[in-house]
C-alpha cells in the first residue's frame, strides 16, 4: 500500500511540474496561393475606396466654403458697379483718358495662368496648361514678346521645366482673399501703368457644374467702360438632391447705374474717383476669377474621387468573383482527394 502511495505522489508532482499544453484553436482555413492573394488585395481596395470617398466629402466641405466667400463678397461688388456706371454716365467722353482705359499698340502680353496647388482633380490643370501653352504660341507667332504670371504650383512646374519666361508666381490656396487678389493685382498694375506690357490676359478655368468646368481667356487690362458697366455674374449653390450633389445656378444681371443729380458737386474731380474704383474693380475681377478656379478644382476634384470610388467598387466585385471561384476549386479538389482516398482504402 505505501508503494501504490509513494507512486501517486510522483506522479502527481511530476505533473504539477510539467509545461501546460496550449489550448488547440481551430485554424484559420487557407486555400492556395492565389486566393490568398485575392483576399489580400480585396482588402486593399476596399481601404481606398474608403479614403477616396472621405477625399470627396471634404472637396464637397470646401466647395460650399468657397460659395459662401463669393456671396459674401458680391454686395461690395454690386455697389462698386453701380457707382462706377454712374460715374461713366456723369463723365461721358471724360472717362475715356483714364490711363486703365486707354488702348495701346500691343507690343507685349501678359498672361496670368490660374491653376491649382495639388493634383488628384481629374484634367483640371491639363486642360488649363493646354490653353495657356496655345495662346502663348499664338502671340508667339504673331510677333508679339510675351511674359507670363503663374498662380497655382502645377501650371508654374509644367512651364518652368520648359523655360518659358515666367516673371513672378504666386500660390493659390483652397480659400482665396482679398489680400492675396490685392497682391496680385498691384503687380499687374505697376506693369501695365509702367508701360512694362500692353495687355494682361487672365487665363482661368470658368465653373459650369459639378461635372464640367472650361477653361477660359479674358482681357484684364485694358478695361474697356462698356463692358464693365453692363457685365452681369452668375451665382452657383451646392445643394443635394435625392442623396446626390448638384448645382443650382442662378443667373445676376448687372447692377443699374447710380443716379448723381446734375447739381451734385464732388469733393474730388470725378475721374480722380473713377482713377480709385478702377483698381479695386481690377481687385475684385481677380479675386472673382480665383475663387471660381478653386470652385472649378474642387468640383473636378470631387468627380475625379467619385470614378476612383465607382472604379474601386467595380473591382472590389470582380476579384470576390475571383476569390469566391478560387475558394471553390480550393474545396473541390479537397473533396476529390478525400474520395480518392476513401476508394482506395475500400479498394
Not at 501546460?20 to 486555400?31: D, E, G, K, Y
Not at 496670368?112 to 502671340?139: F, H, P, T
Not at 453692363?230 to 450633389?245: P, R, S, Y
Not at 475684385?284 to 478644382?297: F, H, K, M
Amino acid at each position: 500500500m505505501k508503494v501504490y502511495q509513494a507512486l501517486f505522489l510522483l506522479f502527481a508532482s511530476a505533473s504539477a511540474f510539467a509545461p501546460i499544453a496550449p489550448v488547440s484553436r481551430p485554424a484559420t482555413q487557407l486555400f492556395d496561393g492565389k486566393a490568398n492573394a485575392i483576399r489580400d488585395r480585396i482588402s486593399t481596395v476596399k481601404n481606398t475606396k474608403k479614403i477616396t470617398m472621405a477625399m470627396k466629402l471634404v472637396a464637397a466641405a470646401k466647395v460650399r466654403k468657397a460659395q459662401d466667400a463669393v456671396l459674401q463678397t458680391r454686395p461690395f461688388s454690386e455697389t462698386l458697379q453701380s457707382v462706377f456706371g454712374g460715374l461713366i454716365n456723369r463723365l461721358g467722353t471724360e472717362a475715356a483718358d483714364l490711363p486703365l482705359l486707354q488702348e495701346r499698340e500691343v507690343k507685349k502680353v501678359t498672361l496670368v495662368v490660374i491653376s491649382g496647388d495639388r493634383g488628384l482633380c481629374g484634367s483640371y490643370n491639363s486642360y488649363m496648361i493646354k490653353k495657356a501653352e496655345k495662346r502663348y504660341n499664338e502671340l508667339i507667332s504673331k510677333g508679339i514678346e510675351v511674359d507670363m504670371v503663374m498662380v497655382g504650383k502645377k501650371a508654374n512646374q509644367y512651364f518652368e521645366r520648359r523655360d518659358f519666361p515666367i516673371k513672378e508666381y504666386y500660390d493659390c490656396g483652397q480659400k482665396p482673399s482679398a489680400a492675396e487678389a490685392t497682391i496680385i493685382s498691384d503687380s499687374l498694375l505697376s506693369k501695365y501703368l509702367s508701360g512694362e506690357t500692353d495687355s494682361i490676359e487672365l487665363l482661368y478655368t470658368r465653373f459650369v457644374s459639378l461635372i464640367a468646368s472650361t477653361p477660359s481667356a479674358r482681357t484684364l487690362l485694358p478695361l474697356k467702360a462698356t463692358s464693365l458697366a453692363n457685365e452681369g455674374d452668375e451665382i452657383f449653390q451646392l445643394t443635394t438632391k435625392a442623396g446626390d450633389f448638384s448645382v443650382e445656378k442662378t443667373e445676376m444681371t448687372a447692377s443699374e447705374p447710380a443716379e448723381f443729380p446734375a447739381d451734385m458737386i464732388f469733393e474730388q474731380d470725378p475721374v480722380q474717383i473713377l482713377n480709385a474704383i478702377l483698381p479695386l474693380y481690377l481687385n475684385g475681377q481677380i479675386l472673382r476669377t480665383l475663387q471660381e478656379s478653386v470652385a472649378s478644382e474642387l468640383a473636378a476634384r470631387m468627380q475625379s474621387m467619385q470614378s476612383a470610388s465607382d472604379n474601386a467598387g467595380a473591382l472590389e466585385s470582380e476579384l470576390s468573383m475571383q476569390y469566391n471561384r478560387a475558394r471553390q476549386a480550393a474545396v473541390t479538389a479537397e473533396l476529390l482527394e478525400i474520395v480518392a482516398g476513401a476508394s482506395a482504402i475500400e479498394g
